[in-house]
């Protein structure tokens, strides 16, 4: 693959690196917002990934010296099936490999997400201590070695890890050398190595996170473990990497908010009163942008949208809450009148169970069958292609009276609201 953009120099030629595109692009697959950011500042664009990997990890800041992280003062741990999960977020093997085998994921981020569950399940079986990353063209290659498992931040695992980014058509001797006495240390007979065949792009990410999480560490661990593990002189950095989370609207929203206005696009903390999406940093900069805010924030679609006859779902809800149930399930008044509000659409996974629609305060809450409700199955449709992960959507909704809900299947939110 030729190298685009800035280029690094990694083992004596130069590894691609992440092209402003690319940037962009894995930044909104973490959700994180980036329509108001300047084209041309790659340097700010990396800096707000390195933020939102770190926030993603639940990381500290590290913008204070207290903040630097230093493992050889953190509790060890053994591989256990907490250790296990933590990285698997509740998936089981036979789906992850599913996953990375089939290729079908066009997402960086998450085919990330999938490499460090099955990274995580190989080390827990005693099958790796040392993971070679490459691409299927075998272009470029990311090589870690695990050297501990420690108690990280907020008791999740933590990987201490030496590893070396390089053109794998090209290593030079002093690395290949180094490697091989990693690989095969005097009197044993080799480390359990895992080969991962990873896409350019994600390849890219990961080197991304090796290299902000390296940023993440104390200079006197840095100096300890480069002596310590004997890879002082050698291309080898030290780093660490942890279970990453699932991007969602309230992890990043803090990442993300710039004022809407886009003659100003400062840090904005505010938000719109009527709509709760769009943010500010001022009243004049609200002010300026009223008009044209309008457009969206008095959104009421003429296109199309879903229409379905409710029944209440309070019933339900205090089931699962093992309340006192009502006794009756009509249903409930509308308390958004006929005005349009903002809603949320969960999809289940089995299109049999019921779906989740409610607001942001749960003042309106409904669960819906697609046995009952036809019109949902094009609400679905719109979920699972615009949706994140095609499983929920922030959409406009009305309720025409108390037992009818229209969910306007155009002029979705630009920006996903904080809930």
């Known amino acids: 693959m030729p190298a685009r953009g800035k280029q690094s120099k990694t083992a004596g030629r130069t590894w691609p690196e992440l092209t402003e595109r690319d940037l962009r692009k894995v930044l909104k697959e973490m959700r994180v917002h980036v329509e108001d950011m300047k084209k041309g500042d790659e340097d700010a664009l990396r800096e707000l990934l390195s933020r ?5 990890q639940g990381l500290p800041s590290a913008a204070r010296s207290e903040d630097l992280l230093d493992p050889f003062s953190m509790d060890g741990c053994e591989p256990d099936e907490e250790f296990r999960m933590a990285f698997c977020h509740n998936r089981t093997l036979q789906e992850i490999a599913s996953v990375q085998a089939g290729g079908s994921l ?12 099955l990274l995580a399940l190989h080390h827990h079986e005693g099958m790796c201590s040392v993971a070679l990353m490459q691409d299927k063209e075998q272009t470029i290659a990311i090589m870690m070695l695990l050297k501990g498992l420690k108690r990280g931040p907020g008791g999740s695992p933590l990987f201490e890890v030496q590893f070396l980014c390089s053109l794998k058509s090209n290593l030079p001797k002093e690395v290949l050398a180094a490697v091989q006495k990693a690989l095969f240390p005097e009197g044993s007979e080799g480390t359990p190595t895992q080969t ?46 942890m279970p990453a989370g699932l991007p969602d609207a309230d992890q990043t929203e803090s990442l993300d908010a710039r004022c809407a206005n886009k003659k100003c696009g400062k840090p904005a903390s505010n938000c719109c009163g009527r709509c709760k999406v769009v943010r500010y940093c001022s009243t004049e900069c609200q002010t300026a942008h009223r008009t044209t805010h309008a457009l969206t924030c008095n959104y009421v679609a003429t296109g199309p949208s879903a229409h379905m006859t409710m029944k209440d779902s309070i019933a339900h809800v205090e089931r699962q809450l093992n309340a006192p149930q009502t006794d009756d399930g009509a249903p409930s008044a509308s308390v958004h009148a006929q005005k349009k509000f903002l809603v949320k659409v969960q999809i289940s ?3 049999r169970n019921p779906h989740l629609i409610y607001d942001q305060r749960r003042s309106f809450q409904v669960f819906v069958t697609q046995q009952e409700q036809p ?24 309720r025409d009276s108390d037992s009818s809900l229209r969910v306007f299947l155009e002029g979705m939110p630009a920006r996903l609201p904080p809930w």
């Open 349 to 351: 996974p089995d299109m």
């Open 52 to 56: 939102s990997l770190g926030k993603l």
């Open 196 to 241: 991962f065949t990873v896409k350019v792009l994600e390849a890219q990410l990961i080197k991304e996170v090796l290299l902000s999480n390296a940023a993440r560490l104390s200079p006197e661990y840095k100096q300890d473990s480069k002596q310590e593990w004997g890879i002082e002189g050698t291309p080898f950095d030290v780093s660490f990497l």
């Open 106 to 117: 066009n997402n960086a981020y998450l085919q990330y997400r999938e490499t460090l569950a």
């Open 375 to 398: 019109a949902f199955t094009e609400l679905a449709r719109v979920v699972r292609q615009k949706g994140v992960q095609g499983l929920k959507a922030y959409m406009w909704a009305r």
